[in-house]
C-alpha cells in the first residue's frame, strides 16, 4: 500500500529508505567468497563495506583492482574491506579467478553473494533510476561500534577513487582521536579544525590556547 495518494497514483516506486549516519548499521548474514559473513562479526574493526553492479563487467574489474591495492592499508588502519553484488558465490569465485589469471592481481577480501537483493536493499544500493537488478556503486563506513559513519553512490558508469576511501577512513578515525573535525581538502598531516566554542568562557580561552583563528568560530591546530 502506498503511503504518499501522489505515489499511488502516478505509480512511481516508494523511495528506498536508507540507513541513517550515526546509526547501528543494520546487522546481516550472507555468504561470501570467503564462507558465510556476518557484519557483528567485524565488531571492534572498521569496516569498509562496497558494492558493485555485476561480475565479469568493465569498470568493475577495473575497481576490484584497485580495491585490492589498497586493501593492505586498510587493514593497516584497523578496517576490513568486504565487496557485495547480486551475483552468485560462483560467479564471484570465476571472476576472482579470472581476475588473477589474466591481470595478475589476488583479490584478497570477500564478496558477499546476495542474490535476493536482500543486504543490497537495506543499504539502499538497488537505485530504481540505475537499475533494479543491479547495484549501484556504494561505500559504506561502519566503525569499530558498528555504527555507520559515512557513505557514498555512484553511477553504474563510473568508478570510485580509490584515495578518497583512504582519506575519508583516516579523516574519521583522526575526529574520533582527537575530538576534531577536518576541513575541506584534508590530508593527514594538515591542521584540523577545533570544535566551536558553546560558551563566552570558551570563546574567550581560545585567545590563549595558541590557535590559528581566523574567526571567533573557526580556528585551527596541528596534531
Given at each position: 500500500?502506498?503511503?504518499?495518494?501522489?505515489?499511488?497514483?502516478?505509480?512511481?516506486?516508494?523511495?528506498?529508505?536508507?540507513?541513517?549516519?550515526?546509526?547501528?548499521?543494520?546487522?546481516?548474514?550472507?555468504?561470501?567468497?570467503?564462507?558465510?559473513?556476518?557484519?557483528?562479526?567485524?565488531?571492534?574493526?572498521?569496516?569498509?563495506m562496497f558494492?558493485?553492479?555485476?561480475?565479469?563487467?568493465?569498470?568493475c574489474t577495473?575497481?576490484?583492482?584497485?580495491?585490492?591495492?589498497?586493501?593492505?592499508?586498510?587493514?593497516?588502519?584497523?578496517?576490513?574491506?568486504?565487496?557485495?553484488?547480486?551475483?552468485?558465490?560462483?560467479?564471484?569465485?570465476?571472476?576472482?579467478?579470472?581476475?588473477?589469471?589474466?591481470?595478475?592481481?589476488?583479490?584478497?577480501?570477500?564478496?558477499?553473494?546476495?542474490?535476493?537483493?536482500?543486504?543490497?536493499?537495506?543499504?539502499?544500493?538497488?537505485?530504481?533510476?540505475?537499475?533494479?537488478?543491479?547495484?549501484?556503486?556504494?561505500?559504506?563506513?561502519i566503525d569499530?561500534?558498528?555504527?555507520?559513519?559515512?557513505?557514498?553512490?555512484?553511477?553504474?558508469?563510473?568508478?570510485?577513487?580509490?584515495?578518497?576511501?583512504?582519506?575519508?577512513?583516516?579523516?574519521?578515525?583522526?575526529?574520533?582521536?582527537?575530538?576534531?573535525?577536518?576541513?575541506?581538502?584534508?590530508?593527514?598531516?594538515?591542521?584540523?579544525?577545533?570544535?566551536?566554542?558553546?560558551?563566552?568562557?570558551?570563546?574567550?580561552?581560545?585567545?590563549?590556547?595558541?590557535?590559528?583563528?581566523?574567526?571567533?568560530?573557526?580556528?585551527?591546530?596541528?596534531?
Amino acid at each position: 500500500m502506498c503511503d504518499d495518494l501522489k505515489d499511488c497514483c502516478s505509480g512511481a516506486a516508494p523511495a528506498a529508505t536508507l540507513p541513517g549516519l550515526g546509526q547501528p548499521a543494520p546487522d546481516f548474514l550472507a555468504d561470501s567468497t570467503h564462507g558465510p559473513l556476518r557484519l557483528s562479526d567485524y565488531r571492534g574493526r572498521w569496516v569498509v563495506m562496497f558494492s558493485h553492479p555485476a561480475d565479469f563487467t568493465p569498470v568493475c574489474t577495473t575497481e576490484f583492482m584497485a580495491f585490492a591495492e589498497i586493501a593492505d592499508e586498510l587493514k593497516s588502519l584497523n578496517s576490513e574491506l568486504i565487496g557485495l553484488s547480486v551475483d552468485s558465490v560462483s560467479a564471484h569465485l570465476a571472476w576472482v579467478r579470472a581476475i588473477k589469471e589474466k591481470m595478475g592481481v589476488e583479490i584478497p577480501f570477500p564478496i558477499i553473494a546476495d542474490l535476493e537483493m536482500k543486504v543490497a536493499k537495506v543499504y539502499g544500493m538497488i537505485q530504481p533510476g540505475q537499475s533494479s537488478t543491479a547495484a549501484v556503486r556504494a561505500v559504506f563506513f561502519i566503525d569499530d561500534k558498528g555504527i555507520l559513519r559515512g557513505m557514498f553512490y555512484y553511477p553504474l558508469t563510473n568508478g570510485r577513487y580509490m584515495p578518497e576511501i583512504v582519506r575519508l577512513l583516516k579523516a574519521f578515525q583522526t575526529t574520533d582521536a582527537h575530538g576534531v573535525a577536518t576541513p575541506a581538502n584534508w590530508q593527514p598531516g594538515d591542521k584540523v579544525v577545533v570544535p566551536a566554542p558553546k560558551t563566552v568562557a570558551e570563546m574567550a580561552a581560545r585567545d590563549k590556547a595558541g590557535l590559528e583563528c581566523r574567526d571567533w568560530y573557526l580556528c585551527f591546530k596541528s596534531l
